[in-house]
């Protein structure tokens, strides 16, 4: 009877649906946020649009830079020799979790956000159109580096005054943003009343604030000498030959270690797909029957037969199987007397007299004589072997039990 709840194959089907249901969980969990990352349209080094920062990762890394884009514990990773460039936070919450982590003697180059991107109808990661987001919102984002701190917007730019001298690039921006004076900064680069680039707090810190990204994004680079700007600007901030962070925390792209992610990556990735192979086989192998586990079968023989058995064998190699046929007979011949109460001095000879008309009279089939004739107990023996003793043995076993019981 089969005690499985479902048929074979519907069992199959269920742990398979599972097995798949599973791994597709684990595979979104892992991988989803990749995906929206490469999709990115706004401003982040992931994205190709026209406010992304794509451009600037790739233009320094042909200049020979190290360029790291971080997704968790950037500050560590730039410690304080390399430069932390966190460029448009997303957020007030963002940047806040992200100040957190940044030390004062870190080498850090934060840029105001400005542009509001909206997706482009035909390509996913193409901005339609990017409107300037109000300046009251750009200035609750510089009021987390220095209070009070505000911008403003301008159609006429000017000579950049400051560190790079008279031969200073101009910035070629629409509405230049630029930051109001205030006693929290200290200005490194002007254009005209207002200014461009800033240390945050007195002269020896290493934190710098630029006030317009539209100078560094992928569509400025191209347009009058933003490049050139931008390239001074990273050089004044670090060292040249110090490695670049690009903060993605910042762009709500932060990613906690994940066990899932690790094991599914290369190097973990073979070692992996090896466990999971051989689990696959261990529940294949299990589901070939669903019910009670099987009786295991014993590694040796019990009863009767298994004792006539082994005697047999032991004696057969002593080369003395006709001893245990004639041992064996002459216990049956008392044994069966006793249980039918013969008296106790009679000979063999008559034991096996009265036995075999008792037995002729219960209807007991088998000739008694012959029986101990093969076996040795009368008779020269005719027992040749360890198959044979056992054979006329049994036979001689199954008599003495009818005799006894009677026939069923």
Known sequence: MNSSIFAPRTLTALIAVGILSFTGIILMS?????LAVRSDFRTSSYSVSAVGHKGL????????RTVIVSRAGSATKAGTTNLLIAAEPRSKELLGDFLKTAGRDQRILHVLPKRVPARDSENPRWVGNARLAPAPQIDEIAGMFVDGLTVYRTGETSAVRGIFGRNAPRPDVDELQLLHQSAG?????????????????????NHYLLSDPDILNNQGLLRGRNAELTYRIIQTAGPEDSAIIFDETIHGFGQSPDLWRNILTPPLLGPTLTGLTALLLLILAGIKRFG?????????GTGRAALYDVTATLLEQRGDTGLLGREYAAMTIRNVATSLHLPSGLSDDEKIRRLAVIAQRRGVAGDIYRMLDHLGFTGAGKAAGRSETRLWAGKLNQWSHEVMHGTR
């Open 292 to 300: 009670p586990p099987l009786r295991r079968q014993r590694d040796y």
């Open 30 to 34: 892992v991988f989803a946020p990749d």
């Open 57 to 64: 990762a790739e233009t320094l890394r042909a200049t020979g």
């Open 185 to 205: 900064i200290s200005p490194v680069l002007r254009v005209g009343e207002g200014v461009l680039l800033a240390r945050i707090g007195n002269r020896f810190s």
